[in-house]
T-cell receptor
């Protein structure tokens, strides 16, 4: 298993545009979490999905949304991009939601640059 | 509000010396606490969680509810311990809060 995979590796967008980031969890994992990591900071929790339902949400504006598909892969969408959205976006998968999410496996991240 | 504080951004110790990475938290309840590590050019990975009370790679961490701390310790630092360390807190496994991280350098 290649572990958690994310695509694209990096991308550049312009202010006001929309972006979709993708994540494929480890086979057998049913939970996916998304994080934003700004340079010099720790990961900031955005969402957690388990069995296609949102189980947790961090303190991010409604411009951020996500969904999980029947195969447990996930997309993170960000609308009306701002310069401050430039960051590394991390995806993590785990076996389950709730306490089953404690052991998270992280992907390599998608580096988003907004100009 | 939930918060995790790592007061040291950078920490350098000599090989063989003891190392302690500090972590303090604020949480209204019984927290689940973790240490994550990121070695150079590798992914973020779980090092240990307080509930398991395991020693991983010689590291231990004790939850002190009175001082709201979860410091990471190792009696004898090794060069391969050089990495970025993050303390994290979980709210019932549905939300996670990470500290800003401490970059540990072990000097040969």
């Amino acid at each position: 298993d290649a572990g958690v995979t994310q695509s694209p590796t990096h991308l550049i967008k312009t202010r006001g545009q929309h972006v979709t980031l993708r994540c494929s969890p480890i086979s057998g994992h049913k939970s996916v979490s998304w994080y934003q990591q700004v340079l010099g900071q720790g990961p900031q929790f955005i969402f957690q999905y388990y069995e296609k339902e949102e189980r947790g949400r961090g303190n991010f504006p409604d411009r951020f949304s996500a969904r999980q598909f029947p195969n447990y892969s996930s997309e993170l969408n960000v609308n009306a991009l701002l310069l401050g959205d430039s960051a590394l976006y991390l995806c993590a998968s785990s076996l389950g939601g709730g306490v089953g999410a404690y052991e998270q496996y992280f992907g390599p991240g998608t580096r988003l640059t907004v100009t | 509000a939930q918060r995790v504080t790592q007061p040291e951004k950078l920490l350098s110790v000599f090989k063989g010396a003891p190392v302690e990475l500090k972590c303090n938290y604020s949480y209204s309840g019984s927290p689940e606490l973790f240490w994550y590590v990121q070695y150079s050019r590798q992914r973020l990975q779980l090092l240990l969680r307080h509930i398991s009370r395991e020693s991983i790679k010689g590291f231990t961490a004790d939850l002190n509810k009175g001082e709201t701390s979860f410091h990471l310790k190792k009696p004898f630092a090794q060069e391969e311990d050089s990495a970025m360390y993050y303390c994290a807190l979980s709210h019932f496994g549905n939300q996670f809060y990470f500290g800003t991280g401490t970059s540990l350098t072990v000097i040969p």
